[in-house]
Each structure stands twice: as structure tokens, then as C-alpha cells.
């Protein structure tokens, strides 16, 4: 059984940062490309970013190309979003999850998802 645990959210000033990550056990990691996800209330789970199963390859939504930056540790079965220039309106619960589809900016390729951490960037 896949679980995904993502941890590292938190309250933070417009202009600071975090460094979420999430591990994962119940698959072979390295086998697998990974996604960060983001939704707030009211609106519905958007993509942030996703990296393919080396690490070789990024991919992020356009809002966040330059401040975010995804990364992963194959050995310690782990992936991290590095949040940067944080700005009020990426506060959010942030979900990883596991791509078994083609389409990397899809949610619909997208599934084991973890529970999810609360990212709160106050003005």
C-alpha cells in the first residue's frame, strides 16, 4: 500500500520560505515521477510542480517558475518542494502524490496522495 506523508508547512511572512517534503514507502520510489499539488479553499487542487523518476527533469506551473524549485532523494525515498518569495495568495494545503499517467501538469495522472500539509503566508 503507497503512503505519501508530507510535512514542513507552516505560517510564514509574504517574502520567506519553506521546505515541504514528502516520503513515501509501499512503492519503489525511483521507479515513479513525483507532483506537488497545492489547494485552497474554495478552489479546486491545482499542480505546482513534478519531477520525473531521476530527478533529470522538472516541471512547474507558471506561477511559481523561479521561486519554487522541486527536487528528490531516491535513497531516502523522498521528494521536496523548496518555497521561495513566498506570497499571501500561496497559502494553501499542500498534497504530493505519485504520477502513473503521461501528462505531468494533469492531476489526472496523479494519484497516492498524501494527506496533504497547511502552507499560510500572512501580509
Known amino acids: 500500500q503507497v503512503q505519501l506523508v508530507e510535512s514542513g508547512g507552516g505560517l510564514v511572512q509574504a517574502g520567506g520560505s519553506l521546505r515541504l517534503s514528502c516520503a513515501a514507502s509501499?512503492?519503489?520510489?525511483?521507479?515513479?515521477?513525483m507532483g506537488w499539488f497545492r489547494q485552497a479553499p474554495g478552489n479546486e487542487r491545482e499542480f505546482v510542480a513534478a519531477i520525473d523518476r531521476s530527478g533529470e527533469s522538472t516541471y512547474y506551473a507558471d506561477s511559481v517558475k523561479g521561486r519554487f524549485t522541486i527536487s528528490r532523494d531516491n535513497a531516502k525515498n523522498t521528494v521536496y518542494l523548496q518555497m521561495n518569495s513566498l506570497k499571501p495568495e500561496n497559502t494553501a494545503t499542500y498534497y504530493c502524490?505519485?504520477?502513473?499517467?503521461?501528462?505531468?501538469?494533469?492531476?489526472?495522472?496523479?494519484?497516492?496522495w498524501g494527506q496533504g500539509t497547511q502552507v499560510t503566508v500572512s501580509s
Open positions: 509501499g512503492l519503489t520510489f525511483s521507479n515513479y515521477g
Open positions: 502524490a505519485v504520477k502513473y499517467g503521461i501528462n505531468y501538469f494533469s492531476r489526472t495522472s496523479y494519484a497516492s
